[in-house]
């Protein structure tokens, strides 16, 4: 951490701006709201000069508070004219434009900061507790119902879905809903597909190879096609959007060895 | 069902679970009410204590569950070591503590706050399910507003987001305060 890593080496790193900052305010030892914006200011710019001199890479965000403060810094020089109400264009990541902004915001952000450490204690108590893990053997669930209900539940991305669908398959006596992988491997109907084409030697509309009526079928056939297509073990035709598929045999079936039981198998 | 065996039941549960239990969850597998079971939750949490024993049953994420005792840890660290996950980065833990007490809070007011762009970070812990898109800010844009999920209150050992110490914000009162005020808080 930052406080302690001050005293081994020369330049700790810091989150951001506002960490740099916080940490020259402490080492100054006074109050965020006692800041002398100059003095601040020019810590800050010995800091980042030494920074250049190690070579070390400075972000953006680093220079975008240099300039911050330095205009901050300037206005606080600069006589006052009451008439003149400064209109200043948005920062990118902050927009401060008084002294008074300026500690208020390193103040939310010790706030912040001493949260995450809060935090931090926290997370070292709670290293201590192990809890029971079985890799997703033993989720506890009381009814079917409830089972499909829970995946659903407070689920904000698709992936919170597909991590409790997997938790959920892996109990034993999950029985899922259709069984498309057992029944339409790809592979399988692309030897079927080129049975049929070696078969009737001419060539036919894709849907002449779906062999039931169930979406899984279509798109099983498809994927198969596709596949084949680029195998090139099959030209695949289409004269307009959403028209019919016309498959036609490829000139030169490829054999390398990508699927040897799909030539292997020929119809008689 | 008897109350001695309520308890056993319900050690028994929190045993093989992997993640908190509700009370209500409980109280119906045991057929019984919230208040019984949480009667039971507390003698087996006594007796626990009373016995010194190697298992303890706490709250967190609004439910129970059962742990080790923390005094343990180092034989389990050496035992389990290939199990222990690395700790959060102190950036983590920034934008966590503000996600925590600001949320729902959009990237760009996480960012603002810390003076540092911060998707790197944000794209971590919604991967370690600590956060998650609890929604989108109307107004220019749509941005996407994070929270915090069940999992962050597992992490800290939380019962409820209530259970989070309260930010200690020194309003500005500039003006009226004295020179002489000593520094509060300002050393960690």
């Known amino acids: ?268 | 069902m008897e109350k001695e065996q309520q308890k056993r039941a319900i050690e028994a549960l929190l045993f093989l679970s992997e993640e908190p239990v509700k009370l209500d969850k409980l109280a119906a597998i045991l057929s019984t009410t919230a208040e019984e079971a949480g009667r039971r939750i507390r003698e087996l949490q006594e007796e626990h204590l009373s016995q010194g024993r190697g298992l303890q049953i706490f709250e967190a994420a609004g439910g129970y569950q059962m742990g080790t005792h923390p005094e343990l840890a180092s034989f389990l660290e050496e035992a389990f070591s290939e199990e222990v996950s690395s700790n959060l980065t102190n950036a983590a833990l920034e934008v966590l503590a503000i996600i925590a007490y600001k949320q729902p809070v959009t990237r760009i007011e996480i960012e603002s706050i810390r003076g540092v762009r911060s998707e790197h970070v944000l794209d971590n812990l919604l991967k370690r399910k600590l956060i998650k898109v609890s929604g989108r800010k109307e107004g220019p844009g749509r941005p996407l507003l994070y929270g915090t999920t069940p999992d962050f209150l597992k992490y800290f050992g939380l019962k409820d987001l209530g259970d989070l110490p309260e930010l200690e914000v020194e309003e500005v009162e500039k003006e009226e305060e004295e020179a002489g005020e000593p520094e509060n808080g300002t050393a960690q």
Do not use: C
């Open chain 1, 1 to 268: 951490m930052v406080e302690e890593a001050e005293y081994t080496i020369k330049l700790p790193a810091f989150e951001g701006p506002f960490d740099l900052l916080f940490h020259l305010v402490k080492k100054a030892e006074v109050d965020i709201w006692q800041i002398s914006i100059a003095d601040i200011t020019e810590q800050y710019l010995a800091y980042l000069q030494s920074m250049k001199e190690l070579n070390l890479e400075i972000a953006s965000e680093f220079l975008v508070m240099a300039a911050t403060l330095l205009r901050l810094k300037s206005k606080l020089l600069l006589p006052r004219s009451p008439k003149f109400q400064e209109q200043d264009e948005e920062e990118e990541l902050f927009e401060i434009n008084t002294a008074e902004e300026l500690f208020q915001r390193l103040e939310e952000y010790r706030a912040f900061k001493k949260a995450a450490h809060y935090l931090r204690q926290m997370e070292e108590d709670q290293k201590k507790v192990f809890l029971r893990t079985t890799g997703g053997q033993k989720v506890m669930v009381f009814t079917r119902q409830e089972s499909v209900y829970t995946i659903w539940e407070g689920a904000h991305h698709l992936s919170d879905i597909m991590q409790r669908f997997a938790k959920i398959a892996a109990q034993r006596e999950y029985v899922p809903a259709f069984s498309a992988v057992e029944d339409f491997v790809i592979a399988r109907k692309a030897e079927y597909i080129q049975s049929v084409l070696e078969k009737k030697k001419r060539p036919l509309p894709m849907k002449d190879f779906v062999t039931d009526s169930n979406i899984w079928e279509l798109i099983i056939t498809f994927i198969a096609l596709l596949e084949m297509s680029r195998q090139k073990k099959v030209k695949l035709l289409q004269d307009k959007p959403f028209g019919p598929i016309l498959v036609l045999a490829g000139e030169n079936p490829p054999e390398e060895g990508e699927s040897g039981e799909g030539t292997a198998e020929k119809s008689d």
